[in-house]
């Protein structure tokens, strides 16, 4: 066994230098400048950079998330306040009282539709609003149209309409208490609805943006906000839904409502002047702020101050559009005739430059805000802010649809060409409610089809965004409002159909140039108790459309009746359409429709109605739109 030797040598203390005491080697490496712990200044500030980058981004990581929550919660909520005015409009449509065939017949109580179309389209916004500083249109795309109105009789579901009216109504008394005028809720099985848009008013010393503020202040009309760059054109709209009960059973055994004079002297349910306003005008708006009933202005020849006593409407009452919510008689200067029964409507807005601005005192904008509940009643009848549109569409059935080639000029594709529409083609189909339409039809295309929801009288609204038509062009459907013949004779100013002018929804002079005087293109159910009433409805020498012969002997007493020489056609008497006497002595015989005094404004039963809302959240900018679409054709 081989045996080692170790060769290290173990030290003894008394071999070990101060030099090698352990005990002393820390102390060395301290005088030499090393250290045992901390950091110095240019760590600490590194360190605390890095530790702000990540706040920083923490905080940016939680503002995107917070953002997103923010935004999530608005889309719901304005799909919520969507869905809740759709559902209140299908609803409505899906309960109306009379099918849309026009004319109706009062004897049936029917009660009515009525539509209007403005002028303002989501073409109006996308192309014709140029802002300040010369920039290019399109900016204010979010907006569409705006002025359409509808109006109509529905009857409840499970819950019935309530509304407020004075005590003194439900009584059937006379006032004679101040308690007597204090209002009280009452509920009905069927209503009369009204639903448009207001400009959002300025809060120039109205910080409620209260209508009536403006009614009071010296220039008496309402000023509605005009602060982004688009001058001329309202920053936003409110969407209103007034409800007026169908109550004939309040009226008095003389059929109107009872009435009297509060203690500050103001005349409760009566027809009364407004000072400032525009009467016969707003005649009716005090009596349809201190009740929520469907009424009607009683003529009273005999009262000088033009103070007509009120009635209650029912379903037949509604057939006459003179009795309907917010409608009037305007009378016609330098005659003692007036219109038909019309919409109190104010001044057109600036772009729609095309329509009457007001020359017979009722406009072709938006309802008057005389009629919008105000006061303490502020907000009562308020569906919806921050609206954007509110566009009615009717189905046309013969409207034509165009087809038209792309960018690169031809149907179809290069491998292809012809095929309209071929998979892989930059092919068009159009219709009037696309702003290429009026293009197309002077350019390249090809018929495809029929039918589509379209604005009323939505000719004119092609000339008016800068279209050309000619006899050739087709643009004579149903609801087009134009018509083949009148445009041969007139040329497109006064290419109006017959219907038209013989409701009364146009009037213009008879004679180049076709100046308007009024405009208000409107799907109605009208009436047929025109044509048995005892008055004439006939056309004056010197206007195109039919008016009220006589018809302002009750609005201004002490007024002689316009002579013979007057009318246009000198053989019209009252009711020719209906007396058994062929008076214009045509070949069509006796009572023919040459001899009818009126016509509904566009005569064919309607085959659809879609509704398109839009609404913004201020907030996010978030927008949204829905439709609630109603078809007529079961019916």
């Known amino acids: 066994m081989i045996a080692f030797q170790s060769s290290v040598r173990l030290a003894t203390p008394s071999t070990i230098s101060a030099a090698d005491s352990p005990a002393v080697k820390p102390h060395r490496r301290a005088r030499r400048g090393f250290r045992t712990g901390g950091f110095t200044l240019l760590e600490v500030l590194i360190a605390t950079a890095v530790t702000l980058l990540m ?73 014709k609003l140029i802002p300040t500083g010369g920039a290019l249109p399109g900016a204010a795309s979010r907006f569409g149209d705006v002025d359409d109105i509808l109006m109509a009789t529905v009857r409840a579901g499970d819950v019935w309409f309530t509304g407020k009216v004075p005590q003194f109504v439900l009584l059937k008394i006379a006032p004679t208490d101040p308690a007597h005028f204090t209002p009280v809720s009452i509920a009905s099985q069927h209503a009369e609805v009204a639903v448009f848009l207001q400009p ?43 409800t007026l009960l169908i109550r004939p059973d309040l009226n008095l055994a003389s059929g109107v409502l009872p009435s009297g004079v509060d ?63 917010a409608h009037v008689q305007v009378p016609l200067p330098g005659t003692v005739s007036t219109t038909m029964p019309v919409l109190a409507l104010g001044a057109r807005l600036a772009v729609n430059a095309g329509d009457p601005s007001g020359t017979l005192q009722v406009g072709s904008g938006f309802l008057h805000p ?36 792309g960018g690169d000029g031809t149907f179809g594709t290069t491998s292809n060409p012809g095929a309209l529409g071929w998979a892989g083609s930059d ?13 197309a039809l002077n350019g390249t295309y090809q018929l495809v089809g029929t039918g589509e929801y379209v604005d009323l009288a939505w000719a004119k609204k092609l000339v008016d965004h800068g279209g050309n ?59 047929t108790r025109y044509e048995g009433d005892g008055v004439l409805q006939a056309e004056l020498t010197s206007r195109a459309g039919v008016c009220r012969v006589n018809g302002a002997i009750s609005l201004y007493p002490g007024f002689s009746g316009d002579d013979r020489s007057f009318l246009s056609e000198n053989w ?29 404004p566009f005569p064919i039963p ?30």
């Open 55 to 127: 706040m920083i981004s923490l905080a940016q990581m939680f503002k995107v998330i917070g953002d997103s929550m923010q935004q999530g919660r608005s889309v719901l909520e304005l799909n919520n306040r969507l869905r809740s005015v759709v559902y209140r409009l299908r609803s409505d449509l899906d309960n109306l009282t009379v099918v849309p065939a026009p004319p109706a017949d009062p004897a049936t109580g029917p009660g009515y539709l009525q539509v209007f179309d403005g002028s303002t389209t989501d073409y109006t916004a996308a192309t």
């Open 200 to 242: 959002l008013v300025s809060n120039d010393g109205n910080p409620n943006r209260d209508p009536g503020f403006f009614l009071t202040a010296p220039l008496k009309e309402a000023a509605y906000e005009d602060t982004d760059p688009f001058v001329g054109f309202p920053d936003s709209f409110r969407l209103y839904y007034r």
């Open 263 to 325: 203690g500050s002297g103001d005349d409760w349910l009566k027809s009364v002047p407004l000072s400032g306003l525009p009467s016969p005008l707003c005649d009716m708006a005090t009596a349809h702020q201190q009740c929520d009933l469907s009424i009607r202005r009683i003529y009273d020849s005999s009262d000088n101050n033009v103070r007509d006593e009120i009635a209650a409407n029912s379903l037949e009452d509604l057939t006459d559009p003179a009795n309907r919510f």
């Open 370 to 405: 005389a009629f919008v509940l105000r006061g303490i009643r502020s907000g009562e009848d308020l569906l919806a802010s921050d609206v954007l549109a509110f566009d009615i569409k009717l189905f046309d059935p013969d409207v034509p649809l165009l087809g038209t080639p």
């Open 427 to 439: 092919d068009l189909i159009l219709s009037p409610n696309d702003p290429g339409y009026g293009p």
């Open 469 to 527: 038509i000619s006899a050739t062009t087709n643009v004579w459907s149903p609801l087009s409002g134009f018509s083949l013949a009148n445009f041969n004779i007139n040329g497109a100013a006064g290419a109006y159909t017959y219907a038209l002018f013989k409701s009364g929804s146009v009037l213009m002079a008879s004679a180049s140039p076709f100046t308007l005087h009024l405009l208000q293109p409107t799907y109605d159910t009208y009436t």
């Open 572 to 600: 019209r008497v009252p009711d020719a359409g209906t007396d058994g006497i062929d008076n214009v002595g045509s070949l069509a015989g006796v009572d023919d429709t040459l001899e009818l005094e009126t016509s509904p």
């Open 606 to 635: 309607l085959r659809g109605l879609k509704i398109s809302v839009r609404m913004e959240d201020p907030t996010t900018r978030q927008v949204k739109q829905m439709s609630a679409t109603k078809e007529f054709v079961s019916q």
